[in-house]
């Protein structure tokens, strides 16, 4: 058996030593093309924006009081009694949720809103200690212990604020934690939108 019957024409191996070089630079190409062209991660598109809140019946964080009184959960209901509703998403364990807090607390002074929580996949005594280490600003606070609401909402990862309508739809969403650019520039509005 002879060396030109087991190995291809010389052209031939030269090609196929190619393609996996091809392949590389191509998909090399289109990282950096999504690296520099992706835009801004926290506008992402969110499928439910015009559509009704997903069904829901969270129950509250155990022990979770606000003025002595015990803090309720969250359910689909709750959405369609009139007026903005500003749901943000969060966690204990989630280091953006503690840098957006004060944010949070900042919105819930102004009153613009009901401002209702979704505590995400976290521990009942860790959550508790969070509310109270930084402050509650939460009207109700619903708990997500396996995370099957988030996902019902489109949440990408913690923290995520959505806006909702006084008919129970969602009109906006903001990914990322907030800060006084978020705050002013995009939740401000979008509640006053959502008001009209």
């Known amino acids: 058996m002879s060396n030109s019957q087991t190995l291809p024409p010389a052209p031939r191996r030269r ?27 926290s ?16 129950a509250p964080l155990v022990e979770l009081t606000r003025d002595g009184k015990p803090v309720p959960g969250l359910a ?21 949720c503690q ?25 009942p005594d860790n959550a508790r200690r969070f509310l109270g280490t930084f402050g509650s600003p939460y009207d109700a606070v619903g708990v997500d212990a396996n995370g099957r609401s988030a996902i019902d909402w489109g949440v990408y990862g913690v923290p995520e604020t959505f806006i ?9 969403k ?3 934690p907030l800060d006084d650019d978020k705050l002013a520039n995009k939740l401000l509005p979008a509640v006053e939108a959502a008001s009209r």
């Open 15 to 41: 090609a196929l030593v190619l393609i996996p070089l091809i392949v590389f630079a191509a998909l090399a190409g289109l990282f950096l093309y999504q690296l520099q062209g992706g835009g801004d991660p």
């Open 43 to 58: 506008t992402l598109p969110s499928a439910l924006i015009g559509k009704p809140v997903p069904e829901m019946k969270l």
């Open 76 to 96: 689909t209901a709750d959405f369609k009694a009139g007026g903005v509703t500003v749901v943000n998403v969060f966690a204990s364990w989630c280091g953006p």
């Open 99 to 123: 840098e957006e807090h004060p944010e949070l607390m900042k919105f819930a002074a102004m009153k613009k809103a009901r401002l209702v929580g979704i505590n995400y996949k976290d521990d």
């Open 164 to 172: 909702v309508n006084g008919k129970g739809e969602i009109v906006d």
């Open 174 to 176: 903001i990914v990322g």
